[in-house]
């Protein structure tokens, strides 16, 4: 193979655990790897976009990438990470899941049946379905003994004397389901990796002992780290929730301020996991970025990267211009070309007071838009010395006290923005 896939995870910090022989496996021949991907939501998150990186990079080493959705183990509940037993789905719920996951996939791998190595997807319930708990026990169970699966970390950690909720024997079967899950691959698409976070090491070898134990054959693993920020809260979290891959549950607006929000540390190693930026650019961008740290130049340029791989160049650029409207030369025009859930973004935690659509009848005078009727303003005297300072913008434009406000002046059919200088925004909502 022409490109070194470990390598190029390897420089570019992804590489947390690799089984010997991988890499010189991966140089010799085109093989099929694959990573499995929890059906909890119908949306993956930016926690995923990490192992999804994983099999694009894959495929541009010449690989074929296999996403496998986890209909059948999504019963179950993966143990690896986590604290307590999580709640079990039902099949309606991780159909809808699927579905929505198989979507977004398909965004990122070329699924075209034509190429060498076209993407494929697979979902664990088609062939554990049919599964007899007689036949699971007797063709899988039989080739691990328990004292090899209590030694797995994630067991461990569980059973120990510091947790107080213990194992239930379902989780406790979880590594069998996806040892089985490796062994199937290994057989019906001869894949020889399976790829995932450094918690699902356990899970992975696992898999690679029960292909050795159960055909003799031979098969690799390989992890990445998982995540971490430098201020030690968890990457991929706001205080509103999971930063989504999904348009509809997290906005490319915050999606895209998310990123540029992101710290220097972090951002550095942000540019080599979530961009396709070759070392000489990124080297070059970190240096850029040091010699000039107040332009965050690497954080817009991360943002604006990790924005269209996600959602698309027109989506970005809505993005960039929507991020420029708080505190950049934006018109009323800027303003009104917003959808309403990136306006509402935009201006999130702005204050706020809603007036009846009445009040536009006959027009709403300044002063009463200012401080009468709102409080934007402590009171009418206020707001007159502010408007003869030339202080006071609609929707991002300057007027007069003799300025009246009108339904043309709304914005989605019931915004108006009042500004008091550059920062002091105002929201009327008309109802």
């Known amino acids: ?17 690799v089984m010997p022989e991988t890499e010189e496996t991966l140089l010799k021949k085109s093989i099929a790897g694959y990573i499995g991907f929890d059906p909890t939501a119908d949306s993956l998150h930016i926690g995923s976009l990490v192992q999804i990186m994983i099999l694009m990079h894959f ?37 809808k899941n699927i579905a929505g996951i198989k979507l977004q996939l398909e ?18 319930y088609d062939w554990m379905k049919n599964f007899s708990l007689i036949d699971f026990v007797r063709d899988v169970g039989k080739h691990l003994t328990v004292n090899y699966m209590m030694a797995k970390d994630s067991v461990k950690k569980r059973l120990s004397a510091e947790s107080k909720v213990g194992m239930s024997f379902t989780e406790f079967t ?70 989504w891959l999904d348009k509809n549950r997290t906005s490319p607006y915050k999606f895209y301020q998310y990123w540029l929000n992101a710290t220097d540390i972090d951002t550095e190693k942000y540019v080599k996991i979530f961009t396709f930026l070759t070392k000489d650019e990124i ?22 990267e990790v924005t269209k791989l996600v959602h698309g160049q027109e989506d970005l650029a809505n993005a960039v211009k929507a991020s420029a409207i708080l505190f950049g030369k ?31 009848e006959n027009g709403l005078d300044m002063i009463g838009a200012l401080a009468a009727k709102t409080n934007f303003l402590g009171s009418n005297g206020e707001a007159r010395r502010e408007l003869k300072q030339n202080s006071i913008a609609v929707n991002k434009e300057k007027v007069k006290e003799d300025y009246v406000i009108s339904k043309t002046d709304l914005i989605n059919g019931k915004y108006v923005l009042l500004q008091k200088g550059k920062r002091n925004n105002y929201l009327v909502i008309f109802e």
């Open 283 to 304: 080297d070059n961008l970190i240096a850029e970025h040091k010699d000039a740290p107040h332009l965050r130049i690497l954080q817009k340029r991360v943002a604006e």
């Open 174 to 243: 979880y590594q069998l389901f996806q040892g089985y899950d490796f062994l199937h691959l290994y057989q019906e698409y001869d894949c020889l990796l399976q790829m995932g976070g450094s918690d699902q090491w356990g899970n992975i070898t696992t898999g690679t002992e029960l292909i050795r134990r159960k055909t003799g054959g031979k098969a690799y693993a390989l992890t990445c780290p998982l995540i971490t920020k430098a201020d030690g809260t968890k990457f991929g979290k706001t205080e509103g929730g999971n930063v």
């Open 330 to 360: 934006s018109t009323a025009d800027d303003l009104k070309q917003l959808d309403e859930q990136t306006f509402l973004d935009v201006f999130e935690g702005v204050p706020q007071a809603t007036l009846p659509m009445s009040e536009l």
């Open 59 to 95: 495929q541009r080493a010449g690989h074929t990438p296999i996403a496998l959705v986890g209909g059948a183990t999504g019963m179950i509940g993966d143990p690896s990470g986590k604290s307590a037993e999580r709640n079990l789905l039902d099949e309606e719920t991780l159909n």
């Open 1 to 17: 193979m022409d490109t070194n896939f470990v390598e190029e995870l390897r420089w570019r910090g992804m590489v947390h655990d």
């Open 107 to 124: 965004r990122f791998l070329d699924f075209d049946a034509s190429t060498s190595n076209s993407a494929q997807l697979v979902n664990n």
